[in-house]
């Protein structure tokens, strides 16, 4: 059975606060995603990745970055969290084409104070 | 820019309704459209459309491409509570390989 995990399903940091947010995946996917989801705006893509140590600016990149060493794990970095970054965060992969489903995981709802 | 828009943005309907959700889109190179159902944590897939005017049905759900009128609809027939969700719409581009959403439509359905 596919699975997407994340780390957290609740996270509250404080604004400056430095945040990790880890994505599994257990497929042997080459593709992987982050999104945030907020009301009103749909799932935005803030990075992605199409192999190992290979990354890519999604649409709203600015106030994160990512890491990916090994090809089942792809890490989301706040370096200095803002509120404005409160948010459910979504993490995806994919197998390799550009007709392949995504496969998400349970979602991250970080708060930031 | 790439723009997908979904209608309506919300629907509230009884148990046994049909409903129809839209979404249209402006997506370069556009190749193919995706919908997703996303009830409390993560979206799951419900159906993949590459060829216009091929309908692709699972159960209760269907959902069909127009590729001239930039178009997708998702119908749901003999609606059930557990229906209630967001539904989303996701055009891929081939130009870029991203998938582009749309703001969703939240569906509920009352007993």
């Known amino acids: 059975d596919v699975k997407v995990t994340q780390s957290s399903r609740y996270l509250v940091k404080r604004t400056g606060e430095k945040v990790f947010l880890e994505c599994v995946q257990d497929?042997?996917?080459?593709?992987m995603f982050w999104y945030r989801q907020d009301p009103g705006l749909g799932l935005r893509l803030i990075y992605f990745?199409?192999?190992?140590?290979?990354?890519e600016k999604g649409d709203i990149p600015e106030g994160y970055s990512v890491s990916r060493e090994k090809k089942e794990r792809f890490s989301l970095i706040l370096e200095s969290a803002s509120t404005n970054q409160t948010s459910m965060y979504l993490c995806a992969s994919s197998p390799p084409g550009l007709a392949a489903e995504q496969f998400f995981g349970p979602g991250t709802r970080l708060t930031v104070l | 820019e790439d723009k997908v828009v979904q209608s309506p943005l919300s629907l509230v309907v009884h148990e046994g309704d049909t409903v129809t959700l839209n979404c249209s889109y402006e997506v370069t190179n556009f190749r193919s459209l995706l919908w997703y159902k996303q009830e409390k944590k993560a979206p799951t897939f419900l159906f993949m459309l590459?060829?216009?005017?091929i309908e692709k049905k699972s159960g209760r759900l269907s959902s069909i491409l127009d590729k001239k009128e930039l178009s997708s609809i998702l119908n749901i027939t003999a609606t059930q509570t557990g229906d209630s969700a967001i539904y989303l719409c996701a055009p891929l581009s081939s130009n870029t390989g991203k998938l582009i959403f749309g703001q969703g439509t939240t569906l509920q359905v009352k007993p």
């Open positions: 990745s199409y192999d190992v140590k290979m990354k």
């Open positions: 497929m042997d996917h080459e593709n």
């Open positions: 590459t060829s216009s005017g």
